[in-house]
Structure formats: structure tokens, C-alpha cells
């Protein structure tokens, strides 16, 4: 069964980093596509970012030149370096792996980026 466990989340002031990770189990970590999406107060999930086994990764617009996804199949682990922070990043960020018909999340973990 696989299981993503996502942490490293927490309260930031506008301006700071955060690194989330995510921990993947049950699965061939290295053939899945890893991302991190959130949702925010009021809004829908939306994607942040996505790195597939290769290693090419795809960023939402409004995270680009500050956040940064990362992963290290030998750990199955999936990372987001979250810098330059700001309010409007406040939201539950969810790890999600996806091969074939295969699409699986984690719990996800609360980011409050505020002064």
C-alpha cells in the first residue's frame, strides 16, 4: 500500500524558507512522478510543482524563481525548498505520486507564511 508522509511544515515570516518533504513508501519510488500541490483558504488545490523520474520538473507560475522540487530516490524522497515566502503561499501543501492509473497523497502539511 503506498503511503506518502509529508513534513517540515510551520510558520514563516513573509520573506522566509521552508523545506517540505515527503517520504514515500509501498511503491518503486523511482518510476513515480512526485509533486506538491496545495490549497489555500477559500481556494481549490492547484498544482506547485512536479518532477518526473527523469528528472525534469514543472513549476506553477507563481511559485517560479522561488521554489525549488527535488528528489532523492535512493531516500524516496520528494522535496520542496520554499524561498522568499509570502502570505499568499499560506496553505495546505500535499505531496502526490502518480504513475499510470496509479495517483496517491499524502495528508498534507500546513504552511501560515505571516508577520
Known amino acids: 500500500q503506498v503511503q506518502l508522509v509529508e513534513s517540515g511544515g510551520g510558520v514563516v515570516q513573509p520573506g522566509g524558507s521552508l523545506r517540505l518533504s515527503c517520504v514515500a513508501s509501498?511503491?518503486?519510488?523511482?518510476?513515480?512522478?512526485m509533486g506538491w500541490y496545495r490549497q489555500g483558504p477559500g481556494k481549490q488545490r492547484e498544482l506547485v510543482a512536479t518532477?518526473?523520474?527523469?528528472?525534469?520538473?514543472i513549476y506553477a507560475d507563481s511559485v517560479k524563481g522561488g521554489f525549488t522540487i527535488s528528489r532523492d530516490n535512493a531516500k524516496n524522497t520528494v522535496y520542496l525548498h520554499m524561498n522568499s515566502l509570502k502570505p499568499e503561499d499560506t496553505a495546505v501543501y500535499y505531496c502526490?505520486?502518480?504513475?499510470?492509473?496509479?495517483?496517491?497523497w499524502g495528508q498534507g502539511t500546513q504552511v501560515t507564511v505571516s508577520s
Open positions: 502526490n505520486a502518480h504513475w499510470a492509473r496509479n495517483n496517491c
Open positions: 518532477i518526473a523520474p527523469a528528472g525534469s520538473m
Open positions: 509501498g511503491m518503486i519510488f523511482s518510476i513515480y512522478t
